[in-house]
């Protein structure tokens, strides 16, 4: 189910709304971006771009984009959704918005592109985010040693969309 807890609105994120998206990012998570990037997959892959939103202010986001590469399973080249970013603030974490901003992006990975799997990177020590994401049905593929600045890994997780 993709429907947001009541009082929350998901919707696709426009230009306007990058400045809240950004502010998340850096308040959220160590992976910050320089705002031409948020904007660059705004512009390329705005259809899986998703703000959730609360009495009009922006309190969680997913960024994604689309790429071809190997199939996790499936031989050869396929289409995959790769989710770059995800964040909801602190305050209203527990209440189903990470779950319904993920089923809302994998929906247009897939329907929208054409995105036969997606997948992504997550810090091997974030519980919360590895439990979303295994309760969304993703695998762990792979460790990429060192993936992050300060060293730590990363768990490769995808799944079939
Ligand atoms: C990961 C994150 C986006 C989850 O958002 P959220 O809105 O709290 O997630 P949901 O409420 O939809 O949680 C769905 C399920 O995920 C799991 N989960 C989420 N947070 C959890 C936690 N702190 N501990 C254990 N399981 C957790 C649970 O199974 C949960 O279902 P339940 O509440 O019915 O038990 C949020 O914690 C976050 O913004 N973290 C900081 C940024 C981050 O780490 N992003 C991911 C980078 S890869």
């Known amino acids: 189910m993709a429907e947001p807890p009541p009082g929350y609105t998901i919707r696709h ?23 031409s990037f948020f904007e660059d997959h705004l512009k390329k892959w705005g259809r899986a771009f998703y703000v959730a939103e609360r009495d009009g202010e922006v309190v969680g986001y997913i960024m ?3 790429e071809w590469g190997f199939g996790f399973k ?7 959704g790769h989710v770059i970013s995800i964040a909801v603030l602190p305050e209203h974490r527990r209440k189903g918005l990470g779950r319904a901003l993920m089923l809302r992006a994998m929906d247009s990975l897939k329907r929208e592109y054409g995105a036969e799997e997606v ?7 974030n519980r919360p985010a590895i439990a979303l994401y295994e309760k969304l ?8 040693h060192m993936y992050y600045l300060d060293g730590e890994d ?3 997780m ?3 969309l």
């Open 64 to 66: 994604c984009r689309v």
């Open 119 to 125: 997948y992504l990177e997550v810090r091997v020590s």
């Open 13 to 35: 994120a426009t230009q306007s709304d990058l400045p809240s998206v950004i502010r998340i990012n850096r308040a959220t998570l160590p992976e910050n971006y320089h705002p």
């Open 74 to 80: 499936a031989k050869g080249l396929v289409k995959k």
């Open 154 to 156: 990363a768990y490769l």
């Open 158 to 160: 995808a799944r079939k």
């Open 137 to 144: 049905g993703f695998e762990k593929t792979r460790v990429l």
